[in-house]
């Protein structure tokens, strides 16, 4: 079945700076990739997601980009911000797995003002 | 829509008590999905059905715990006797088939403390 690795899985950064998280995936059938945020205490949401047709997606101050070739996708924050701490999940599922999506195992982001 | 809704939010009980956690999934979604975190093991998927038909058992930890889903609109996860290691958050997650990969959208979880 599908393994997702997640890296680094703490990060700290000024804020201001950009931060970037890295996941692998080892099923070559995966064409779908959400990033999840999950605040202390909250429930997990989607922030971005892309496909395997696009190799990247941004929306303002977030974007992902796709390597199939490698097997890997990355989350970029720029200009981050106090409000951006959080843990951070990738994910990654194939077409015929049901939705059923296999997590990495989470990036703790810590933005110092 | 109200999004993926879940109750009890919070749940205190013994151990050996039976617990029982209900959700209710977005409409119209066909996927419904349980999960388990924990700070240790982090987010475990537990069971999910499609059409209310379980499909995928094989994160549940054992035999103590069951799940149903009688309908589209409602689930429910139980665990019978629980026990201190059951203590965790408890989301229960939805998603659309539209014929490909599709995302889950999360409840806000039930906080489970067993003592």
């Known amino acids: 079945g599908e393994n997702v690795e997640q890296h680094p899985s703490t990060l700290s950064v000024q804020e201001g700076d950009s931060a970037v998280i890295k996941c692998t995936y080892s099923d070559s059938a995966s064409n779908y990739f959400p990033w999840y945020k999950q605040e202390l205490g909250k429930r997990p949401q989607l922030i971005i997601d892309i496909r395997s047709n696009v190799g990247e997606k941004k929306d303002q101050r977030i974007a992902v980009t796709l390597n199939k070739t490698a097997k890997h996708f990355s989350l970029h924050i720029t200009e981050t911000q106090p409000e951006d701490s959080a843990v951070y999940f990738c994910?990654?599922?194939?077409?015929?797995?049901?939705?059923?999506?296999?997590f990495g195992g989470g990036t703790r982001l810590m933005v110092k003002p | 829509d109200a999004g993926v809704i879940q109750s009890p939010r919070h749940e205190v009980t013994e151990m050996g008590q039976e617990v029982t956690l209900r959700c209710k999934p977005i409409?119209?979604?066909?996927?419904l999905f349980w999960y388990r975190q924990t700070m240790m093991r982090g987010l475990e998927l537990l069971i999910y059905f499609n059409n209310n038909v379980p499909i995928d058992d094989s994160g549940m930890p054992e035999d103590r715990f069951s799940a149903k889903m009688p309908n589209a609109s409602f689930s429910t996860l139980k665990i019978q006797p629980s026990e201190p290691r059951d203590s965790a958050v408890y989301f229960c997650?939805?998603?659309?088939?539209?014929?490909?990969?599709?995302?889950?959208?999360f409840g806000p979880g039930t906080r489970l403390t067993v003592l």
């Open positions: 994910a990654a599922t194939t077409v015929n797995a049901g939705n059923m999506l296999t």
């Open positions: 409409s119209g979604h066909d996927y």
């Open positions: 997650a939805s998603s659309p088939d539209m014929g490909g990969a599709d995302t889950q959208y």
